[in-house]
């Protein structure tokens, strides 16, 4: 099940997406796929 907001995405983007953020990309370079998010605190 994929949240809304990532349902855009298909698997292999999402996945990529993962990658990126645990490799702590920062979210201007991620904003490429569209994607809403919230700030971690």
Known sequence: M???DLSHL???QIKD???RY???EKIAQL?????MYL???
């Open 2 to 4: 994929t949240h809304k």
């Open 31 to 35: 904003e490429e796929l569209n994607v």
């Open 22 to 24: 645990y490799n702590y």
């Open 10 to 12: 298909t698997e292999e």
């Open 17 to 19: 997406l993962i990658k």
């Open 39 to 41: 700030p971690i605190v």
